[in-house]
């Protein structure tokens, strides 16, 4: 297996070095970062060819991509294009916000999703599996921002008929959070209905993927077999049925966590969580392309560690799988 | 409904309570009695103030308050003596001598008094050809200024300059704290002292900053707020709701549709007034512009043709209902100095068809027509057909087109869609001068008439429109070093009705209005249109 996850890491290397540069080039060629500061009144000429001259904007493409590998090694990504700011404390700050978000979000979702799947299949065709489908169904089908609004929507509504804000609807924290719980206790709360939001498009998702890896799993041979030796249902399902129906629900859990470190975009903008989600908008608007290839590069990594972790995991779970 | 399947209800119940519970608990705003909140969509990436990267609205908000000028500009952008005991003087004009007075009172936060060695240090940072500073307009123009620890300033210019007063007025920085230290290292991300009537308190990189009130500061009436809190949140529909669920308690919002629902609710009062930042459609004069449009009597055609009135009026016809068009492209309509120039061109469709028919072209209607899709093909010049820049994703822009390009059709002149993103546009097209028309925004100030020459001056920095008027050239270098602010403004006035009006280089199109709204419970709040922002009377802002 060590030489299996050495040499993804090896193939995995070569990736990024070509992804870095393509995210690279059309990032650069994608505008001039410099055009805002260009159409200034009374602008600083000398000012302008500072920045040019600091970060080697009149060289080649190919050029600067190499000062920024160096920069990105020698000086943790290096800094801002325009206000010199350093780049790596940004990004710890605004992934450590979405990892809060995100394990919060994913914990939840699993466990509802994997409840409502189990029971969804058990009771096959019944009322709770017709309801929940229909409602998987208007998860997967209703537009993030949307919720995300209307949720704000009816809080402000509550609010206004009784005077009773249930959550806050923008940002971390408080204006004054307090320290210690006081503080993780007002985070939390700023939190719900961002978490809410993205648990209803996660658990539609993956309640889904339970519920047929589940019907699978029950229809099998082996589980005719357990319940003909007379063991009984609870053990059945538990033991025999779940076990086996959650290897592919853990693969795409590893899957999509990797691919949402970088963020959800949509909920941290409508919610001003500083995320890794809204540092990459604004850094894009900025036309700033040192933010926007870091931000990138660890998202890279990101997916690509756990794409690995995936595949090792499956590999754990499932004893028929062999790493060539 | 079975045991287990009960026992399976209860568990979802109980982890729903787990994340609702302390929302049931929750109540408004955790804020001190003498706080507001105020609501903004952009955070200042650092506070270093005028550094490249850093020039923003949103900065200044916070810093005009710590770096506090000898003078700022109220409401109605005029200015008013803050740090220094009168007006600065104009002493002498050859060489340009100025002189100011900083009151006793004026002390820094720590102790130390407000002296001329301040606003020598500050002189100093601003030429310093390391410093990444935005703009040195004006300070590279000082040959020499007082040192020490006088009260008193005397600058000498080397040369006139126009806008000395916005110099003299300079919020100055400390010498006794910036000595020494590299300026483009410091104030990253806290500022130790000031000057005015508020003090830095705390940053939250990505929630917001806190300022706190002097309570050193003497030489103007202090703040009757403990603090004030600059909440950043990007999205637009989140800060109207915010604002709406008590998180904050003032913003100045963008033009927007939803001001229109605060209009109408009695718990919040809304601010609205002219701004200086206005609209306008430049014209391209250079090879690569369309032919047709070095021809004057095309632009005289296009401004004719162009209803901006009713542009006005529809865009803003629920926010900002009567917004005049613009009529000149110097002054503002709320400026003393403001003379409708332009109204020497008025709308008239039958008249643009009988000017390019008096030139010789055909192909396009004999009278104006909604329906009509007859373009104007003009002598030497060909068919009256222009491509029409604007940036993406402005949506009063993308409906400014839309009423311009369907009026223009009527008459016979089409407008062909060319929509960029901002860095595009700005960045590549403009520069260029690959463009026919372009639809954007010069952010004005109190003194854009001094700059004039920069936009319409033969080979102004930013005339890439590319229009020459030799004559209007010479009239505004001597705008831009008239130190007399009277006659500045006849001057422009005058070049503007001679020789703009007659050129049309650009066709002004409305000055953008700006807002306030305020929960009804603060006090205090109005627009101010320059770069002080609704703060400069911090001091009258109350919390019931």
Redesign the interface.
Known sequence: MLTYIIRRLLYSTVVLVLASFLVFTFVTV???????????????E???Q??IDRKHLDDPVPKRYLYWVQDAFTNKFGT??????PILP?LW??MK?TLQLLIVVQL?VI??AV?IGV?SAIRQYSGFDYTMTTFSFLGLATPVFWLA?MA??A??QI??KT???????????????GSGLDFW??R??HL?LP??VLMVAGIAGYSRYMRAAMLEVINSDYVRTARAKGLNERRVMMKHALRNALIPLVTLVALDFGTLLGGAVVTE????L?GMG?YF??ALFS?DPYPVMAFLMVTAVMIIVFNLVADVAYGLLDPRVRYD | MSKRSLWLLAGLVLVASLIVGPGATASPAKTNAGTVVFIHDQEPPNLQGPWVGNNLYATSLVLNNIWYGCQIRNAAADFVPRLCVAKPKLVKKSPLTVSLEYKKTAVWSDGKPVVAEDLYATWKVFTNAANNVISRTGWEDIKSMTRGNSKKVTIVFNKPYADWESIASAGPYAAHVIKGKDMNQTFLTSIPVSSGPWLFDSLQKGVQITVKKNPRFKAGPQMKLDRLVFRYILDTNSRFQALKASEGQHMEPQPQLQIADFLKDSKFKVDRKIGYTYEHIDIQFGAKGHPALKQPYVRQALITGINRGQVASALYAQISPGLPKLQSLAYKPFETNYKKNFAARPFSQAKVISILKGKGCTGGPDKPSAGNDKIFSCPNVGKLSFRFHTTTGNQLRALTFEIIQRQLKSVGIELVPRFQTGGVMFGTTLPSRDWDLMLFAWVGSPSSSITLKDIYGCGGDQNDGAYCNRALTKVLEKVSVTLDAAERARLVNDAEAKYMVKDIPSIPMFARPLYTISANKVKGMGVNPTQEGSPWNISQWTTS
Not at chain 1, 80 to 85: K, S
Request: hydrophobic fraction near 45%; glycine fraction near 2%.
């Open positions: 994608s505008g001039d970062p410099l055009a805002n500061l260009r159409i200034s009144p009374n602008v600083s000398l000012t302008v500072n920045v801002t294009l325009l206000d010199n700011r940004d700050r605004v916000n939840l466990i509802f409840l029971y609004l704000q929507v809080v402000v609010y206004e005077g009773h804000r249930l959550f806050p609807i923008a940002n971390l924290n408080s204006v004054d959070p206790i007002d939390a709360h719900v978490v809410l903008t409508v919610f001003s500083d809204l908008v604004n036309n």
